[in-house]
Structure formats: C-alpha cells, structure tokens
C-alpha cells in the first residue's frame, strides 16, 4: 500500500472551524479524505508534526494532537538532519529548519509516496516542484507527491 505523510496543515484543517467559506471547503475536503483514503493507503506522521501542534495555539489543538497521534509518527535522525541542511543550501523553502523543509526531508528520506498538505505556498507547489525535484535527485532520494487532499479524493474543486 502506498504512504501519506501528512504534516501539521492536515490535522490543523480537520477541526478548524473558522466559517469562511475557503476553510469550511478545505475542512469538508480534509474530514473526506481522511474517512475515503485511510484505508486505501498508509497515513502516517512525524514527532515534527506533534512537536508543531504542541507549540500551536488553535483551540482545536488538542483535539489535532489527538488525531495526529493515532498515526505512526517518523522521527528525524542524522540522515533526515543533512537533507535539510542541503535544502536549505538549494534554498527550497524559507529558512526555518523545523518547518515545511523539514516535512518534506522526512517524506523524502522515508521514501513516502505522497506527502498531504494545505501548504500550497511551499509544498503542494506546482511551481517549485522542478526545484524540489531536482534537488532529490542530486541528493539520491524519491520525491513524494506533493498534494493536497482534495488531490488524493480525486476532486478538483468545480463542484
């Protein structure tokens, strides 16, 4: 079966309930994916996520936090650690080593399939996704799918 790594934005958007209209979609849209696709593929998550909802403060936090933590959680090592060094260096993301660049090193270095987000500025990117590419390929790794999970329900958004 395939992985999902899904980072902070998935379980954030899970229990937002903020009502405009953008974020009640993206909250429909993310309650969907979780009930359709958990169990066509293997969703899983990182000790960065839990540490990020921690540091959060949503009022749905602990709730996020409680989702998040039925998932295998992946933790950084030493290898996860230089991939985000080399990110940072091909200059992918912003300059925060506990953030999106380090969500996307944990998908990479665990050879995810798909990494989840409603992070579209520096992940679900269309427009960085040449760079990110073809800076895994310089580093030996996989890149995963960088998607939303409107993308993975196989919506596009028109209805």
Known sequence: MKTVYLETSIFSFY???????????RRDWTREFWEACRTQYD?????????ELLRGNKPHKSDALKLAQTLPAVEPDSAVDEVVRAYLKHKLMPAD??????HLALASCN??????TWNCQHLANANKADHIQHVNDLLGLPT??????????GVDGTD
């Open 111 to 116: 050879r995810h399939d798909f990494l989840a």
């Open 144 to 153: 995963p799918r960088l998607v939303t999970p409107m993308e993975l329900l």
């Open 43 to 51: 969703f899983v998550t990182s000790t960065a996520v839990l540490a």
């Open 97 to 102: 080593p506990a953030g999106d660049v380090l």
């Open 15 to 25: 229990f937002d309930e903020r009502q405009q209209p953008d974020i009640v979609a």
